[in-house]
């Protein structure tokens, strides 16, 4: 065996020389067929039902899917309704939109100077000078802290104080002890400018400045739920209900306007909501039960809304309607759970997308030998805490691949595409390697991996010979005496 690889791959002095492929689909191996319909599934926007048992790439493929798709194009908001606030409106902004409105905003920050760049005045009436020594300090300094005076706060602004303040109020600032209102010549008009505390700065904002940003301060006040630049792929494996589908927060104060929240804010996306534009995974999809007609309804209607789902949440009365979710979904199961998928919903993927059946076992030929050597390498840099291997220690991992498709899948002369398990015993003797200081896991690293890394029902008919007899070993003396008095009244019927 250690003869074989020495020969074939006498390139690759260990597995650190192994190119990984770039192409996260590439990086799937022996399910050569899968990858082929993934990739046209992502182009076509087609959904995929992955069948198969665990550990065979069906994780991989989905996730590997979402490089494939265009970025996400949309955010999606819920903007406060003044009418009625327990019924948000949606608002859907494009890139373009959003870019713009954050250029927008940055012009609105205006211009941020040092304290000692301002005019004395406005430096003092913000705290930042002393009024009698001229220091220059931090505003929360209510002392100067070179000559121990009291801070002057004015108190008057002056003749014109009440003209800045009636002017200033028109652009939705007034003068107080974090803000001066003050006006200056540009060209042939006075214009008006604000300085304002900022930390141990003063921000300047001109006539311009103040009149965007009185503009966005006019706009009805929204929250984003699902941003701009989000992870195009969505794990939903084993959501609860508020989390595939989203929910309102509770408030004790409920839409008090003092005290409470308003419902906009409240509102939490899903699963389903956040997967818009992208990829939404499901694993195990028959687990989710009577919730995949949710699932179903939010593939037909590519939206689904949002409400309270808690009867004794102040959030029950809130809901938003036809929240965005256009998304592939990608579900996986085992063979043994296709009966329980609801069928309306295996319709609708047959319909618009791909059913797969996932292979166990692949040729034991020498390119599928060197998928395992990728594969293995790939798992080692996906762990950073273990070495790389030598291809004598990679060889009989590759012999346990052919193994374990002998014992498990009754397969001869094929290698395992059960790969998870078969990653659990790469990093195990990665564990070993390090524990001995070794630079490489070795042959006698790997070795001593297969006979502690088996499984537990393995380990417990070796100790006790048979798994009844390990039952019965850790039965209470109650539990006997029970189970015996049932066989004794069986006994009399």
């Known amino acids: 065996m250690g003869t074989f690889y020495v020969d074939s791959y006498n390139d690759y002095p260990d597995t650190s020389y192994i190119k990984i492929p770039t192409n996260p689909l590439e990086r799937v191996i022996g399910q050569d067929d899968a990858v082929k319909i993934a990739m046209v599934a992502a182009k ?10 665990p550990g065979v790439g069906k994780s991989m493929i989905a996730q590997a899917m979402s490089f494939y798709i265009e970025r996400p194009t949309e955010e999606i908001r819920v903007v406060h309704n003044p009418q009625y606030p327990e019924r948000p409106f949606v608002e859907i902004k494009t890139r373009e939109e959003v870019m713009a409105e954050r250029e927008e905003e940055t012009s609105t920050s205006g211009i941020i100077i040092d304290p000692k760049d301002a005019p004395t005045s406005v430096a003092e009436r913000l705290g930042y000078r002393c009024s009698k020594c001229g220091f220059y300090s931090s505003p929360s300094d209510a002392v100067c802290p070179n000559c121990n005076s009291p801070k002057v706060q004015m108190g008057t602004q002056g003749p014109f104080g009440d003209v800045f303040n009636v002017i200033g109020a028109a652009f939705g600032v007034q003068n107080n002890l974090d803000k001066v209102t003050l006006t200056r010549r540009n060209g042939d008009h006075d214009e008006i400018i604000v300085y304002e505390r900022y930390n141990d700065k003063i921000r300047v904002l001109d006539e311009k400045t103040l009149e965007r940003r009185r503009r966005l301060e006019k ?3 929204s929250k984003t739920i699902v941003p701009i630049d989000r992870n195009p792929f969505v794990l939903a494996t084993g959501a609860s209900e508020t989390e ?11 839409g008090h306007p003092q005290l409470g929240t308003l419902p906009y804010e409240r509102v939490i996306a899903g699963s389903v909501h956040e997967a818009h534009q992208g990829v939404l995974f499901i694993d195990e999809i028959t687990h989710l039960g009577n919730l995949q007609r949710y699932i179903l309804t939010a593939m037909q209607e590519k939206s689904f809304p949002i409400t309270g789902r808690n009867p004794q949440s102040a959030g029950a009365s809130v809901r938003v309607d036809k929240v965005p979710a256009d998304f592939i979904l990608v579900a996986a199961c085992n063979i043994n759970d296709l009966p329980y998928i609801l069928s309306p919903l295996r319709s609708r993927i047959v319909g618009n997308g791909y059913e797969i059946l996932m292979k166990t076992t692949m040729k034991d030929t020498e390119e599928n030998r060197m998928k395992y050597l990728q594969f293995i390498s ?12 030598t291809m004598e220690a990679a060889g009989l991992i590759i012999e346990e691949g052919k193994k374990r498709a002998k014992i498990i899948d009754k397969k001869n002369n094929e290698l395992t595409l059960r790969l998870r398990e078969l990653g659990g015993l790469i990093r195990a003797a990665g564990d070993i390697a390090v524990f001995k200081g070794n630079k490489l896991i070795e042959k006698e690293d790997v070795e001593e991996a297969i006979k502690l890394y088996v ?6 008919t070796k100790e006790y010979g048979s798994m009844a007899a390990a039952y019965s070993s850790e039965n209470t003396t109650s539990q006997k005496d029970f189970y015996n008095y049932n066989l004794d009244d069986r006994s009399y019927e």
């Open 219 to 221: 706009k009805s006040p």
């Open 378 to 389: 790939q798992e080692i840099t996906m762990d950073g805490k273990i070495p790389h291997m």
């Open 44 to 53: 076509q926007r087609r959904h995929l039902l992955l069948v198969g048992p």
């Open 455 to 460: 499984p537990v029902e393995e380990k417990i």
């Open 244 to 254: 595939l589908l989203g929910d309102v927060r509770h408030d004790p104060y409920g």
